[in-house]
């Protein structure tokens, strides 16, 4: 099936350093997202990428969906301690609930005040 | 607004026993799914369907069954529950061209 690399496993930052992280596939994906989880919630959802070359801001989070279709990267700037957490990529064929979405395992990341 | 909710929070079985877990969303989504999260894995597709009365099979549905009876709610169930079903349980709802919401999850042991 299907699978997502995404790295690096987990980061430790300090507090004021920029993060980014990606994700490749083998295969093409026409929509990509990223979402984050909290300890003890589910994923939330950060940026969703529908066009091949696009870049998406949402506050200190920038992504982009990469020009091949197979991947995309995450970036944070400035990081602070609520940026702890771990974030997933997902990638989708379609655009349509009858596609399932495709889990990357995880970047667990830890900002040091 | 209380998006997806997903109930129990957490749950103890013991090796053999049955259980149902319950998913309820009132956002009017066709679309809704049952994950499940391992360390290490992300998160794995179990079963998912695409309209009250319909069901698909995922990437890890064995041992799994499940039932759309109502547009809103998605059962999960375990038929005899195995010490290798223990994990972080979410279910997530959509429409199209939107992405998936997520509940807070079931944190479930079998001993």
Request: some cysteine; aromatic content about 10%; proline content about 5%.
């Amino acid at each position: 099936g299907q699978q997502l690399n995404q790295s690096p496993q987990s980061m430790f930052i300090q507090e004021g350093e920029d993060v980014s992280m990606n994700c490749t596939s083998s295969s093409i994906f026409n929509t990509w997202l990223w979402y984050k989880q909290d300890p003890g919630e589910g994923p939330v959802l950060l940026i969703a990428l529908y066009k091949a070359g696009e870049l998406t801001s949402n506050g200190r989070l920038t992504a982009q969906f990469g020009i091949t279709r197979k991947d995309s990267f995450l970036n944070i700037s400035a990081s602070i301690p609520s940026d702890v957490g771990i974030y997933f990529c997902a990638g989708q064929v379609l655009p349509s609930g009858n596609t399932p979405l495709v889990f990357g395992k995880g970047t667990r990341l830890s900002v040091i005040a | 607004n209380a998006g997806v909710t997903q109930t129990p929070k957490f749950r103890v079985l013991k090796t053999g026993q049955s259980m149902t877990l319950l998913c309820a969303q009132d956002m009017n989504h066709e679309y809704m799914y049952w994950y499940r999260q391992d360390p290490g894995m992300g998160l794995r597709l179990i079963h998912y369907s695409v309209g009250e009365g319909t069901t698909a099979k995922g990437e890890v549905p064995d041992g799994y069954n499940v039932s759309r009876l109502k547009k809103q709610n998605f059962l999960l169930g375990l038929e005899s529950a195995a010490p290798s079903q223990t994990s972080v349980y979410f279910c997530a709802s959509t429409t199209d061209n939107q992405p998936q919401h997520f509940g807070d999850g079931t944190r479930l042991s079998i001993l």
